[in-house]
């Protein structure tokens, strides 16, 4: 059966709750922006532009940093390098190829995929391609590397070890995928022996490094309700590994899961709807879940410690962490920043009106922002 995808949309990935008239509403509206109390200023340091941004079908091509200089893309294959501190543009290369994932900038190179299932690692100095690879599909995951490998996720359902140094397959594995799925796949987590890789089919699995062998795989969430919609159990999120071993994990319309990396016990699970990656904080687990509500989670039990449901319906991003703060993108293109003690909105700022949808990149006090069209914004939170 050839797999469809359920693109995108502004409130909800598509997930449409009723009709009035010939006018569908979302199930989420946005909600409107309220006043607030300004706690922490977001004040612009510089600004670029990206080539023409990640496309109508807002391809999920986040920046990414690697020491002093930052890398972006836009959808047609230009790539530039940016000093981070000042912006100022040290080289750019147009690649002539689609772009369509994030990307990953470590140890002197930067990986991409493209919609054509072409894997590219490329030099960090003058964006000159090293080398390049195939995998069965689309690309909609960042690669993620370990000491000796690349590991690429596509949209059909395969997970590809490639060399680092060369590009050659190491390994493959492949899960079976459900008819109906998000538009979008899970990003692996990489470490040395094994990756950890979420499926569509609402299963984790850990795969051996060495032979791409699943060495245990656990359910997180299980098909529910009539429809299709209902019954996506999607692991669109990467998995958050912590210092101590623990894994943590969300699913659309299933669970936020809490496991022990080693053999996949579970530790603690909570009903939880959410296609974003969390972020972990000391004992602090942040969420977001498809309604746009942001919660704190203590990590050792999954008790909510706050919520807030002010960017309901806004399509926010998955969160960043900065300076004692969350940062979120919306579809209106403000950047929110909350407290990640209180929960309460602290700052605002309008990148662009174009909307963001990639999580922002944070160092420090400084926080990268990449906006739909191209407009790449660096600010600091004062």
């Known amino acids: 059966m050839k797999t469809t995808f359920l693109i995108a949309a502004m409130a909800g990935l598509a997930l449409l709750a009723g009709c009035a008239g010939n006018k569908v509403e979302p199930q989420y509206p946005p909600k409107a922006l309220s006043n607030f109390e300004e706690r922490a200023e977001l004040a612009s340091v510089w600004s670029q532009r990206v080539g023409h941004g990640l496309g109508r079908a807002n391809y999920p091509i986040a920046p990414s940093r690697d020491g002093d200089t930052l890398f972006a893309a836009d959808e047609r294959g230009r790539l530039a390098a940016f000093n981070a501190d000042d912006g100022d543009r040290q080289w750019q290369v147009d690649l002539d190829v689609p772009v369509s994932s994030a990307l990953t900038a470590v140890a002197g190179d930067i990986y991409l995929g493209t919609r054509n299932g072409e894997v590219l690692a ?7 391609v090293r080398w390049r690879a195939r995998v069965p599909s689309e690309i909609l995951a960042a690669p993620q590397p370990n000491q000796q490998l690349l590991v690429v996720q596509s949209v059909d359902g395969s997970v590809t070890a490639l060399d680092r140094a060369s590009g050659e397959e190491r390994w493959s ?12 796949t899970g990003t692996p987590t990489v470490i040395d022996p094994v990756t950890f890789a979420g499926f569509a089919n609402g299963r984790l699995v850990t795969l051996d490094n060495r032979s791409g062998q699943p060495l245990w795989e656990r359910r997180i969430a299980i098909a ?27 699913s659309f319309n299933g669970r936020l899961a809490s496991l022990e990396a080693t053999r996949g016990e579970p530790l603690w699970a909570i009903d939880y709807s959410s296609y974003h990656t969390p972020v972990l904080v000391g004992d602090f687990l942040f969420a977001v879940n498809e309604a746009g509500h942001i919660h704190a989670l203590d990590a050792n039990n999954g008790s909510e410690i706050w919520r807030n449901t002010a960017l309901e319906g806004r399509s926010i991003t998955s969160p960043a962490f900065a300076d ?42 400084r926080i990268h922002v990449l906006a739909d069209d191209g407009s790449l914004e660096t600010l600091d939170i004062q």
């Open 122 to 128: 490329l030099n960090q100095r003058d964006g000159s």
């Open 173 to 184: 594995y492949s899960a079976n995928r459900p008819s109906l799925t998000l538009r979008g």
């Open 224 to 250: 529910q309700g009539r429809s299709d919609i209902e019954r996506l159990v999607d692991l669109a999120a990467q998995p958050v590994l912590a210092p101590d071993g623990r894994l943590f994990i969300t």
């Open 324 to 365: 004692g703060n969350l940062v979120f993108g919306d579809f209106e293109g403000y950047l929110h920043l909350i407290n990640a003690r209180s929960g309460e909105i602290v700052g605002r700022h309008r990148v662009d009106h174009s909307g963001i949808s990639v999580r922002p990149i944070t160092e420090g006090r």
